[in-house]
């Protein structure tokens, strides 16, 4: 290696400028690529160029002053985009970072005991923590928690963080990491927790199909624009024209995201997420946003998490299907649920097929993976009667489950069985009428097998109209 003996060379030293040298990259220079699926699941490249992560640093050093007494910890991986924030604010204002073992990302109280011994003050937390705070012994939190990804209900949230200030983060890769922060709020027990505003030099709109601004409480498209907007996407000109378009509301020239999200206003001006605008089905006849069920199941009084999305059953058909996770001291059983559910929504938006976990699959995000859900198979969870009395049966009841069993292979129905909860819809009761009417001779009407509920209540509706004829005839 070559040697420099500086006291040799003061004089040459003392000509050279003593000033920083001048900065090589401006605010506009790519600061980072990462990669995101979306929910098209077509891997991109995000361009988000140096302004964005400096507004971000920005605006959280004005809300909450980082110092160098100050102690972050770095859970998620590098290649999403959350990691920027939890990496660079400390990094950037002379605080620590810790890195949490592998052992420690399970469990909240591991987590928690081993962001305890390093110190840790503030701390992203993936959404299966947050719903495990409840266990966490009493000051063992970190004093600033910022929490996103997946909608969480602000009650629990606020229950469970016993003090620490809550900051619930939006904003997809292309606003550099989020764009809304809301950090107020009393605890409202029947809602998720709000986005809340923009953060500083960001602006939302909430947008109806042609571009309008729609009003205060109406559902609209999120559209986002401000220093935080990427560039684009890597070798995607296309791709970039039609998500990246003129903001026709800001400065010339000035562009706006348009994210896919929906969201409303609520009354004290903090926006609320509804789920994603591309993710409307349409099952018999219906157009469904599986967001906005899962929006109103997750708001049900015991469910710790939940995820609503379509599925095919045995035969080909699609379905709305529900997985739920409860908290441990929740007494409700599925069957309460659905039907607490069917006071909030129409009876088309209520899943036909439900599913109890212990918890929802998560990616290496910390998001719900919807293709686990996708592939686990829908089974009968209520507590129904278990014991099959076909030995023991009317032929009338024979009858019928052979119509069932005929119509629905795979489904296990015993004459107990919740129809609804098993995944029957009206178009397949039509199905059962009209097998009914060959097998019987009788005409069932769908508000009469609506109420039957079960296989066993169609046998009887079948027996009371075979009465009626033979009274008749009489």
């Not at 490249?45 to 909450?64: E, F, I, K, M, S």
């Not at 009393?186 to 030099?201: K, M, Q, S, V």
């Not at 409307?280 to 997750?298: C, D, F, M, N, T």
């Not at 509920?453 to 004829?469: D, F, H, Q, T």
Request: hydrophobic residues 35%; negative net charge.
């Amino acid at each position: 290696a070559e040697t420099l003996s500086l006291d040799g060379e003061w004089e040459q030293v003392a000509g050279c400028a003593s000033g920083n040298p001048a900065p090589l990259a401006g605010p506009d220079h790519l600061a980072y690529c990462i990669y995101t699926s979306g929910s098209t699941g077509a891997p991109k490249g995000v361009l988000v160029p140096r302004r964005g992560p400096a507004n971000l640093c920005a605006d959280w050093q004005r809300r909450y002053p980082v110092s160098g007494d100050d102690c972050f910890s770095l859970w998620t991986r590098l290649s999403f985009d959350v990691s920027v924030w939890e990496w660079l604010l400390p990094l950037s204002h002379g605080a620590s970072l810790a890195i949490p073992p592998e052992e420690a990302r399970a469990r909240a109280q591991d987590f928690l005991a081993w962001a305890k011994r390093q110190r840790v003050s503030v701390a992203y937390l993936p959404p299966h923590i947050v719903r495990s705070l409840a266990a966490a012994p009493e000051g063992s939190l970190p004093g600033t928690l910022l929490v996103g990804v997946e909608p969480l209900n602000e009650n629990s949230v606020r229950a469970h963080s016993r003090g620490a200030r809550v900051a619930n983060g939006y904003g997809p890769t292309e606003a550099t990491v989020y764009c809304t922060l809301y950090t107020e709020g009393p605890a409202e027990a029947e809602r998720n927790l709000p986005i809340g505003r923009p953060i500083g030099n960001m602006r939302i709109y909430l947008l109806d199909e042609d571009l309008n601004p729609v009003p205060a409480g109406a559902r609209g498209e999120i559209f986002i624009g401000g220093a935080g907007l990427a560039r684009g996407y890597l070798n995607r000109p296309e791709l970039t024209a039609e998500k990246f378009i003129p903001d026709p509301f800001g400065e010339p020239g000035g562009r706006m995201y348009r994210s896919g999200d929906q969201g409303r206003y609520l009354p004290d001006g903090n926006l609320e997420y509804l789920g994603r605008q591309d993710g409307q089905v349409k099952l018999r006849g219906y157009r469904i946003e599986p967001g906005e069920v899962e929006h109103a199941l997750s708001g049900l009084d015991g469910v710790r998490e939940a995820a609503v999305q379509v599925v095919s059953d045995e035969r080909g058909e699609a379905q709305l299907a529900a997985y739920v996770a409860r908290w441990a001291s929740s007494s409700k059983t599925l069957r309460e649920l659905r039907e607490a559910l069917r006071r909030r929504l129409p009876d088309y938006m209520v899943p036909t097929a439900w599913v109890e976990l212990d918890a929802l699959p998560l990616n290496a995000n910390g998001k719900i993976d919807r293709k686990a859900l996708a592939e686990i198979p829908l089974r009968e969870t209520e507590d129904q009667t278990s014991v099959d009395s076909r030995t023991d049966m009317g032929s009338t009841l024979r009858g019928v489950m052979s119509i069932f069993d005929e119509l629905f292979p795979g489904r296990a129905l015993n004459p107990a069985s919740d129809l609804f909860a098993c995944g029957i819809h009206s178009l397949q009761l039509m199905q059962v009428a009209s097998r009914c009417h060959e097998l019987f001779s009788v005409e069932l009407r769908m508000r009469d097998l609506h109420r039957c509920g079960s296989p066993r209540g169609v046998a009887m509706e079948v027996e009371k109209k075979l009465e009626s004829i033979c009274s008749h005839e009489h």
